[in-house]
């Protein structure tokens, strides 16, 4: 079952974040829906245009890992973040429980949950604008220094699964 943080363990605090990202999107309201459903991100507020429909929504992954949905001001005929990937850290759950509830929303998988070299566990999803995000966990063995995780990304790595 995939964790999902309750409303009472939200932290909606609107604060000075060190970084965050602007998306343009073509549907503020359908990006929206799908990274909070999709994905378990949350609403922290949204502001309306003219029409009544989002300009802007505000939405949480983790504290200080925010993401700003913007609606596009003309039609984009180009792929968009090509080349960049937005990365986040999984605390609660994992990424192959939230690589299965974006599954249950649609064929977005870019990759498949594995461990990689670098001693974490990811998957990559792309949202309904064409924008990759990848949620990370790790370290996936714990007793690995730095030193050694160097030393064997000079060897072939084998993906294992974590125990569970």
Known sequence: MVKVMSIENQ?????PMPFFAILNVRDVNESMKWYQEALGFYHIFSIPGPDN????????W?????????RETKVENFPKGKGLTLNFNVTDGSVD???ERARRFGDRIVSEPKNQP???RDFSVMDPDG????FTQGPVEKELGMDQVIARSRQPFP???PET
């Open 11 to 15: 932290n909606r605090d609107i604060y």
């Open 53 to 60: 429909e989002p300009l802007l929504a505000h939405l949480r």
């Open 62 to 70: 983790a504290k200080h890992a925010d993401v700003l949905l913007r």
């Open 97 to 99: 429980e939230i690589a």
């Open 118 to 120: 670098w001693n974490a």
């Open 131 to 134: 924008f990759t995000l990848t």
């Open 159 to 161: 993906s294992k699964t």
